[in-house]
């Protein structure tokens, strides 16, 4: 394990650990963490996995490891890593099994205590039109030639069918479709596993909540993004359920015999990867892009039957129930993008797994209403707990490739969580303080606990 003595401070939120800890490491470890969050890092193998992912080739300028890192498979959750493309490596464990999981909030005119009468109905509507659960079946039933349609389009096929307003789409990282997507990359069995599942939020740390806008620190922004004191939000987060999984699955596989064709040498096999330009990297690419319109096309799904549990619940009752997006983000993603590396414009493929994207000021690929301000960058907190939403900005993208944390973090797996956890405790705690809960399973519930986790503000005061 790695000693806190043997990392360098660089800055008063920013460690580093020198290329010099192990000889096979390419390029440095920067951390952003207070000393307590460092702590937190240092009791599991989190940095020890951001140091083998240094050692991957055609890495450029640093490891990124973000305040709520936790252990995942290969590499860190709160990681990012960018290789240089061509000449650099793919690897599924830098994106993770849940391919494009992400956050997205949607803002409403409606003050709290016009619905607080009709909240508890509200989230028993939310919790039937949305399904959650490890099986959990939608109600859009799709044929083999639509699911294929999906994994090329990802949101347009939802505006295309009904499910999307144009407004979303504007409002959604890379406008909810990635090209260069080919459903012939994805497994049989990944498809099998996506056709009954799509507009369903899946298990685990997913969830759908409605929130209470308490505090506003940038009036402009907020102006921008239709969010108010005292006034509704909703907040969606998910991924591309069975699909994105079985096709992380299928590529760890595979890609281990690229590993040896190509000479690659591994200080841990979960480190799997293939040359960017290799076949291998690139159907792992272009799968990956798949699963990740999947996953774009099943938040704007259950963005819809969130609309419709609004209606359903509050039409004729309150003067105004709709919802609007904010923005969608994702944050286990492979990009290709272009970044300034020792002060030229480099293309990369970035990895950022529990990573979420910050672009700053000024980038094209925004709305015009935010264009000006930076992306929104959406820092769900753990249950009765707060959720953020930031700006990218300049500093992002000059030290951390555009990127910023994805929430809260682990401190106890889920195992641990519930030995020391009971659900049904748990849920009449936050019952008792007037939050609603709905869940299929107590056990789960236990394991998403807010004791679980880091403290959110803690991780957004450093990445701040």
Known sequence: MIQKQEIKRIGDVVWEIPTSYRDDMRVPVRIFADDRLLEA?????????AVNASTLPGLVSHVVVMPDVHQGYGFPIGGVA????PGGVISPGGIGYDINCGVRPLSTRLPHEMAEPYLKDLTASLYVNCPSGVGGKGSVRLNSQQLDAVLRLGSEWALKNGFAKKEDLDCTEEGGRLSGADPSTVSKRAKERGLPQLGTLGAGNHFI?????????????????GLQVGYLALQIHCGS????????????????GAVQRYGIHLPDRELVCAPLDSPEGKRYLSAMWCAANYAFCNRQVLTSHARRSFEQVLAGKVRDWELFQVYDIAHNMGKIEKHKINGKMVEVCLHRKGATRAFGPGFEGLPPQYRDLGQPVLVPGSMGTASWVLLGTETSMSQSFGSSCHGAGRVLSRKGAKKIIRGDALKRQLESRGIHVFTGSLPGLAEEAPEAYKDVDAVVEVVS
């Not at 359920?241 to 596989?253: E, P």
Request: charged share 30%; with cysteine.
């Open 82 to 85: 960018a290789t240089k493309l």
């Open 209 to 225: 909540e409605i929130d209470l806008v308490e505090e506003i620190y940038h009036p402009d922004a907020a102006e921008a993004m």
């Open 241 to 256: 359920r069975g699909l994105g999984h079985q096709v992380c699955s299928d590529y760890v596989r595979e890609l281990q």
């Open 41 to 49: 890092a240092l009791g599991d193998k989190s940095l020890i996995q």
